[in-house]
T-cell receptor, first 115, second 111 residues
Framework: DTAVSQTPKYLVTQMGNDKSIKCEQN?????MYWYKQDSKKFLKIMFS???????INETVPNRFSPKSPDKAHLNLHINSLELGDSAVYFC??????????????FGEGSRLTVL | SQELEQSPQSLIVQEGKNLTINCTSS?????LYWYKQKYGEGLIFLMM?????EEKSHEKITAKLDEKKQQSSLHITASQPSHAGIYLC???????????FGKGTTLSVSS
């Protein structure tokens, strides 16, 4: 069983559309994250949720809205997609938070291409 | 905000050679994580260092933490094609809310 699974793995869409990426972890972790990896491979934190509560919301446009229905799921919805949103989005989970974050487990990534 | 600087940005070595990747933090480190990413895949955890002077090894990869210098190094001995990929260092951010990452070092190993 995959520990952190994301769907879809690939997503190609037109500018202006709305899309969602889903993430599920079966590790029993309390904290989940969304990271964005740009074309230069720079990995940047977007959101962090601990037990369904938003912990961190970096400088991300309001078009991005995370939703955590339960602590095993963290979905990312993006409205009015722009060309600059093209990237690989990684979901991750960890057993703790803060200085007790521990090892992060990453999904395989969702490659979003906006045309 | 805290930043992690990795060097070199990219590296090409011949199979069998040793190499070192460095990671320097702009602020105090509260633990340092090393990850590896293969093309088209997610990040794989390599090791975590929490105390100054701590050194850990996994197969032919050794990482060390110099807390005073706010720096960590990753050393690969007798590199193999399987070592190729992107190596990223990560650290807990100052707010203690997430891991932030360096920009990565791309390693290619030629046989």
């Amino acid at each position: 069983d995959t520990a952190v699974s994301q769907t879809p793995k690939y997503l190609v869409t037109q500018m202006g559309n709305d899309k969602s990426i889903k993430c599920e972890q079966n590790l029993g972790h309390d904290t989940m994250y969304w990271y964005k990896q740009d074309s230069k491979k720079f990995l940047k934190i977007m959101f962090s949720y601990n037990n369904k509560e938003l912990i961190i919301n970096e400088t991300v446009p309001n078009r991005f809205s995370p939703k955590s229905p339960d602590k095993a799921h963290l979905n990312l919805h993006i409205n009015s997609l722009e060309l600059g949103d093209s990237a690989v989005y990684f979901c991750a989970s960890s057993p703790g938070t803060g200085t007790n974050t521990g090892e992060l487990f990453f999904g395989e990534g969702s490659r979003l291409t906006v045309l | 905000s805290q930043e992690l600087e990795q060097s070199p940005q990219s590296l090409i070595v011949q199979e069998g050679k040793n190499l070192t990747i460095n990671c320097t933090s702009s602020k105090t480190l509260y633990g340092l994580y090393w990850y590896k990413q293969k093309y088209g895949e997610g990040l794989i955890f390599l090791m975590m260092l929490q105390k100054g002077g701590e050194e850990k090894s996994h197969e032919k990869i050794t990482a060390k933490l110099d807390e005073k210098k706010q720096q960590s190094s990753l050393h690969i001995t007798a590199s193999q094609p399987s070592h190729a990929g992107i190596y990223l260092c990560g650290a807990v951010n100052q707010a203690g809310t997430a891991l932030i990452f360096g920009k990565g070092t791309t390693l290619s190993v030629s046989s």
